[in-house]
Each structure stands twice: as C-alpha cells, then as structure tokens.
T-cell receptor
Framework: GENVEQHPSTLSVQEGDSAVIKCTYS??????FPWYKQELGKRPQLIID?????GEKKDQRIAVTLNKTAKHFSLHITETQPEDSAVYFC????????????FGQGTILTVHP | EAQVTQNPRYLITVTGKKLTVTCSQN?????MSWYRQDPGLGLRQIYY???????DKGDVPEGYKVSRKEKRNFPLILESPSPNQTSLYFC????????????????FGNGTRLTVT
C-alpha cells in the first residue's frame, strides 16, 4: 500500500514566521495531493490540494509545492498567525485501489504570539 | 446545509457489546469512508465505499463491519468491541473519482469518541 511519511511531527514558530511541512510518498500513480487542517477538538478540513499537472498552488498565505521526481510535496504557511495553530495532515490515494486513502502521521503546529 | 452527520458524538461501552455508529451525508456523494484517529498515528482508514453496495477494506478493517444499502448512509458496526478499539472515529464523504482516480476533497463528520472498557 501507499507509504506516507510526514515531517516534522511538531513545529513551533513565532507569529509572523513561515512554516513548512513535508510529506514523502512511495510509488503512486495518483495525481492528487491534499492537505487537511484539524483544529483542537474539531474535524479535519481540506485547506489546499494540488493535482500533479502543476508544480505549485497558492491560496493567500498557504501554498503547496510538488516534486514528483523526488516524491514529496510540502505545505507552506507564510506570515503565521495564532489561529494557524492546529494539526496538519497530508494524504495520498492508493495505487490501484482508488478508494484507499493514506494519511501522514500529522504535524502539530504551534504559533506563539 | 451540506454536511456529514455522525451519531453518537460520545459513546462508552463494555467489551463485547455490539454497537453501531451511524453516518449520513446530504451531498449526494458517491464515496464514503471511515477513519480512526489515535495519538501519533494520524488518521487510518477502516473501510470505504465507492458507491451503493460496494465496500472495501482500508488499512485497519479488523473488528469492524460496514454496509452501504443507501447512498446517504454508511454505518460502522463493531460486533464485539474490544478496548483496543477505543478511539476517535470520523466518517467522511466525497464526490469520488475523476480522471486519474481519487481526486476530490473529503468532507468529514464531527467525530465519535468511543471508549470500550
């Protein structure tokens, strides 16, 4: 099955700094690369996703970059704010079993005011 | 309002007592799935369903059953719960596949916190 490694597991930054979370995946033909945010006590919600026909996608302070050769994709958050504090997950669909979805282990991001 | 509804939100039960967690979506999504969330392990897929009457195992299906008799409902059944199934459970739905396979966002329910003693 798909193997997804997410790093770091925890990330602490000062307000206004940038944060980068990286996911490395194993062999997969899927062209879909989503990122989810889960605030404390709440459900995960999609914050950004990218298809493999583009190398980067940006939405205000959030961006995702994709390196298919190296098999990794990264979430970038600029000008971090305390409300960015949450757990972030990457995910990858599985090869062959299109309904299978493997999540990374999660990154706890803490933004200090 | 478009949503995925799970019930109950909290459940405490004893080992061996059969239980069902319900999940319903009102977005006419074809795809539905169940996940469990444990500290340090992220979200792990239990079962998924690509459409009515079609279900498949995820990464951690042991001890669970599901059914998909109607498009909107996807209940999770624990026939004989054990303490190692104590976890936070999420149901999710999605429009499903596009060209190249699964490429749609998941919409999650609010979660069910299950404790098995």
């Amino acid at each position: 099955g798909e193997n997804v490694e997410q790093h770091p597991s925890t990330l602490s930054v000062q307000e206004g700094d940038s944060a980068v979370i990286k996911c490395t995946y194993s062999d997969s033909a899927s062209n879909y690369f989503p990122w989810y945010k889960q605030e404390l006590g709440k459900r995960p919600q999609l914050i950004i996703d990218i298809r493999s026909n583009v190398g980067e996608k940006k939405d205000q302070r959030i961006a995702v970059t994709l390196n298919k050769t190296a098999k990794h994709f990264s979430l970038h958050i600029t000008e971090t704010q305390p409300e960015d504090s949450a757990v972030y997950f990457c995910a990858r669909p599985g090869d062959g079993s299109y309904g299978k979805l493997t999540f990374g282990q999660g990154t706890i991001l803490t933004v200090h005011p | 309002e478009a949503q995925v509804t799970q019930n109950p939100r909290y459940l405490i039960t004893v080992t061996g007592k059969k239980l069902t967690v319900t999940c319903s979506q009102n977005m006419n999504h074809e795809y539905m799935s169940w996940y469990r969330q444990d500290p340090g392990l992220g979200l792990r897929q239990i079962y998924y369903s690509m459409n009515v009457e079609v279900t498949d195992k995820g990464d951690v299906p042991e001890g669970y059953k599901v059914s998909r008799k109607e498009k909107r409902n996807f209940p999770l059944i624990l026939e004989s719960p054990s303490p190692n199934q104590t976890s936070l459970y999420f149901c999710a739905s999605s429009p499903g596949q596009g060209v190249g396979g699964f490429n749609s966002p998941l919409h999650f329910g609010n979660g069910t916190r299950l404790t098995v003693t």
